[in-house]
């Protein structure tokens, strides 16, 4: 039971550093492996300034042992000089005291002496560990340049995969097989208006194919043939055969007034005269002048001063 509970132990961590390896921003983890790199490097230094420094207090320490010793060595030989002084003076108890004081100093100096040979061993030692703890300074400052190199590069380079992200998504929001997000792209917006356009479209065709729809189209053509039928009879009634032969009988004419318009017998300008016989045909319809082989307005013209067919020239028609 035990070795299950470490083993999802040791699976829920390594899930989670993973995941949060993969959710992590490089700059930050950047940042960290140099604020790392830079906390080595200062312990290191801190390190190797102990060495050096050690190797400085042996130095002075040496320095200040082989001055002992040279004392040392100039006591016991003026000791011994004296001592040849009070033999030389005929005084033995003098000369032993002097030979007493030589041999202290002579002791003190074989001491000093080992203690100088030790000393020595010490600095050689420490000057070997100062020169390592200089070269390996000199190593991780070079590195520590090459981690703030890489630092620069990399962070270009984010910047730089950041840039080709954001035009990525630029450019597949502008594509048809981008996936719909929160901004609709200008193709979704040309899709739907085009099939908006085509829903209209469809939905006029097929009311336009409807009974309702032919049955106003009929209307309106029979309401077009009614206006071109009272159209013509105007003109009939008028005397004319369209619009450009107005000039004839109409205002501006050859026999026309321009001040009153050519109206006789009080009757109303505007009213045209559809009396039988008058008028588009026979029965006041333009029908009637295509049963006769007329051209339209015929009968009216024919009703306003022109003999019909088969009766002569300024008479009543001929019986039998």
């Known amino acids: 039971m035990a070795n299950v509970v470490r083993k999802i132990a040791r699976y829920l961590s390594a899930s989670a550093n993973r995941r949060f390896d993969e959710r992590a921003d490089p700059r930050v983890q950047i940042d960290q492996a140099i604020e790392e790199a830079r906390r080595q490097h200062e312990a290191l230094v801190q390190q190797a300034a102990l060495v050096v420094g050690n190797q400085r207090q042996l130095e002075m320490r040496l320095a200040r042992q082989a001055e002992e010793v040279a004392n040392l060595t100039e006591s016991a030989r003026s000791s011994l000089l004296l001592a040849d002084s009070a033999r030389a003076a005929a005084d033995p108890a003098r000369a032993a005291g002097y030979e007493e004081t030589a041999q202290a100093f002579a002791s003190q100096l074989v001491s000093a ?3 100088l040979e030790d000393l020595k061993n010490l600095h050689r030692q ?8 200089r070269t390996a300074v000199e190593d991780n400052t070079a590195r520590m340049q090459r981690h703030l190199a890489e630092r620069a590069r990399l962070l270009t380079q984010i910047e730089h ?3 080709q992200e954001q035009m990525t998504r630029a450019m597949e929001g502008m594509s048809s097989l981008a996936p719909s997000g929160d901004t609709p792209s200008l193709a979704e917006i040309r899709d739907k208006v085009e099939q908006r356009y085509a829903v209209a479209l469809g939905r006029h065709e097929l009311a336009s194919q409807g ?7 009929v209307r309106r053509a029979t309401m077009d043939a009614r206006a071109q039928s009272r159209l013509a009879e105007l003109r009939g009634a008028l005397g004319t055969d369209g619009p450009g032969a107005l000039g004839a009988g109409g205002p501006g004419g050859a026999g026309g007034d321009l001040g009153a318009p050519a109206v006789t017998g009080g009757a109303d300008p505007h009213r045209p ?13 333009p029908e009637h002048d295509a049963q006769q ?9 024919r009703s306003a001063g022109a003999p019909p067919p088969g009766s002569p020239a300024g008479g009543s028609p001929v019986a039998g």
């Open 113 to 115: 002496e080992g203690s």
């Open 126 to 133: 420490a000057a070997s560990s100062a020169a390592q703890a």
């Open 161 to 163: 995969a950041a840039m």
């Open 211 to 217: 009974m309702d729809a032919r049955m106003v189209e």
């Open 273 to 285: 005269s559809l009396a039988k016989g008058q008028g588009a045909g026979a029965n006041g319809h």
């Open 293 to 301: 082989g007329l051209p339209p307005g015929a009968g009216g013209a």
